[in-house]
Nanobody, 124 residues
Framework: QVQLAESGGGLVQAGGSLRLSCAAS????????MAWFRQAPGKEREFVSL????????YYADSVKGRFTISRDDAKKMVYLQMNSLKPEDTAIYYC?????????????????WGQGTQVTVSS
């Protein structure tokens, strides 16, 4: 199992950028596919992006495609989410999750290790 801690959120104006970080501890990080999810007030947690453990396949939700970029540094046990051209509808708490040897899945329940999340607020 890995334990995760998200950071890097904040308040930004629409059109601005933020870079979120997720630090992992515990198990062999390179064995895990890593995903970002987000939860807006009154809504369910939704998939944002996934980077797999092996061939580094990357997937994005349609709502963030072309604006967000996921990356990972296995030596540092870190995963990042670069968010550009932010919109007010991107306002949410962002979480990272891990799935050992995980393939393409966007289902929250398939991931674990959730931290407390990091708040992103985009003002209009």
């Amino acid at each position: 199992q890995v334990q995760l801690a998200e950071s890097g959120g904040g308040l930004v104006q629409a059109g601005g950028s933020l870079r979120l970080s997720c630090a992992a501890s515990g198990d062999t990080f390179s064995d895990y596919s890593m995903a970002w999810f987000r939860q807006a007030p009154g809504k369910e947690r939704e998939f944002v992006s996934l980077i797999t453990w092996n061939v580094r396949n990357i997937y994005y939700a349609d709502s963030v495609k072309g604006r967000f970029t996921i990356s990972r540094d296995d030596a540092k046990k870190m995963v990042y989410l670069q968010m550009n051209s932010l919109k007010p509808e991107d306002t949410a708490i962002y979480y990272c999750g891990a799935r050992r040897y995980g393939g393409r899945t966007y289902t929250e329940a398939m991931f674990s290790g959730w931290g407390q999340g990091t708040q992103v607020t985009v003002s209009s």
